[in-house]
């Protein structure tokens, strides 16, 4: 298997999925900062234009955060990414979407990409205190999700990974306060040896 991915982007996710998974893949790092992801070469294999990007061992290309993980999870059965029972499934998927696709992309896309929200400069302070709202109740309501438990679904899951990107862009980008809980989650996220070893690889301090 091969990762595309750039430091630091929710691609840091999947690459904690994989080492949590244990079986060999390789690294390409896509160079955001030449727009690499816009390239011919690029949009041979993702034509979005995005990371994270899976390439799979028969050369079959799986994009979009929820898909990869769900893959890698239920292909990997023993590395237990997942909750047996349907109703954890379930949960686990609840999660990650509700992060990935409206804490991430409505709430940090906002903050990090004001213009993709409104082209009119004078807009982009109302669009990032926008983002940040939703950032806010977002990370509330898994503050929620946490109590009593040191992962979403008491063990470790997909959402976890997922929630560990945000945890992350929150903290080390923009130096925000997470509540007590995702405070709680985000040291137990960093301390998992794959956790560790995908902030390394990606150029982060573990």
Known sequence: ??????????AIGIHVILEEIGKPYDLHKIDFA???????AYKAI???SKVPTLERDDGSVLTEF????????????????????????????EAM?????TQHMQGFARLFRPENFSANPADQDAVKARGREIVTAAFRLMDKALEGKDF????????DAALFY???????????????NCTRHYAAMRARPSVRKALTDEGFAA
């Open 46 to 48: 993702n034509p979005k």
């Open 152 to 159: 979403l679904l008491g063990g470790f899951s997909i959402a």
């Open 34 to 40: 030449s727009k690499e992801q816009y390239s011919d």
């Open 1 to 10: 298997m091969k990762l595309f991915y750039g430091p630091g982007t929710c």
């Open 97 to 101: 979407d509700y992060v990935v696709a």
């Open 166 to 180: 945000t945890e992350f862009w929150a903290r080390e980008r923009l130096k925000l306060e997470l509540p007590a």
């Open 66 to 93: 929820p898909a990869i993980a769900t893959w890698l999870a239920r292909t990997n059965p023993d590395a237990k990414l997942l909750p047996a029972d349907i109703e954890g499934q379930v949960r686990a998927l």
